[in-house]
Each structure stands twice: as structure tokens, then as C-alpha cells.
């Protein structure tokens, strides 16, 4: 089955950190570039940060530089987000998005079901 499943959401305190995940089944993982998207309630999606096929380049929105960190394991089909210093603003459904190119192009044909990253005191 082609799919993808995020774990790895739960709920954090201000300034705390979490680490998602992304396993990507039933296609050539390697072959494609990755984003992960966010969404809150009642809101649009938002774009969050992206990587190549190979992993050798990475994007990131600019309110998640230097406190997201996304990576994957192509042995593993994994895509990863290390998200640090978390604000309330980055309490989001998240999901995993496959681009349709091995570069990142912000185009996706598959998504996962999202996971609920809550931060809160």
C-alpha cells in the first residue's frame, strides 16, 4: 500500500522540543523530494520545511529556520522533524507531504494523515 504514517506528536511545553517522524511505504522513497506541512485549526495549510531525494538540500520556512531541523533515512524510508524551541504559534496538525520530483518542486500527490504536535504550560 502506498502510504505515508507520521508519529511523534504530543504535547510539549514553550521552548521544549519533539521529533517527528515519517514512514513512507509502498513506493521508491529515494526517488522523490519531501516536505512536511502544517495546519491549524481552521486555517490554510503552511508550508514548513522540505528536502531533496539525496538529502543534500534542505528549506525551510523562515519562521523555522534555526529551530527545525529536517532530515531523512533513505534505508530506512523515513523522513524526519527535529523542531526545537517550541512557541505556541507552531501548535499544528503536521504532515508529510510527497513532492512529485526528486527536487523539491512544492508540488505533492501524497499525504499523510497528520499528527497533533500541542504546545502549552
Known amino acids: 500500500e502506498v502510504q505515508l504514517v507520521e508519529s511523534g506528536g504530543g504535547l510539549v511545553q514553550p521552548g521544549g522540543s519533539l521529533r517527528l517522524s515519517c514512514a513512507a511505504s509502498?513506493?521508491?522513497?529515494?526517488?522523490?523530494?519531501m516536505s512536511w506541512v502544517r495546519q491549524a485549526p481552521g486555517k490554510g495549510l503552511e508550508w514548513v520545511s522540505a528536502?531533496?531525494?539525496?538529502?543534500?538540500?534542505?528549506y525551510y520556512a523562515e519562521s523555522m529556520k534555526g529551530r527545525f531541523t529536517i532530515a531523512r533515512d533513505n534505508a530506512e524510508n523515513t523522513l524526519y522533524l527535529q523542531m526545537n524551541s517550541l512557541k505556541s504559534e507552531d501548535a499544528d496538525v503536521y504532515y508529510c507531504?510527497?513532492?512529485?520530483?526528486?527536487?523539491?518542486?512544492?508540488?505533492?500527490?501524497?499525504w499523510g494523515q497528520g499528527t497533533q504536535v500541542t504546545v502549552s504550560s
Open positions: 507531504a510527497k513532492d512529485q520530483s526528486a527536487g523539491w518542486v512544492n508540488e505533492y500527490d501524497l
Open positions: 509502498g513506493f521508491t522513497f529515494d526517488d522523490y523530494a
Open positions: 528536502i531533496s531525494w539525496n538529502g543534500d538540500s534542505t
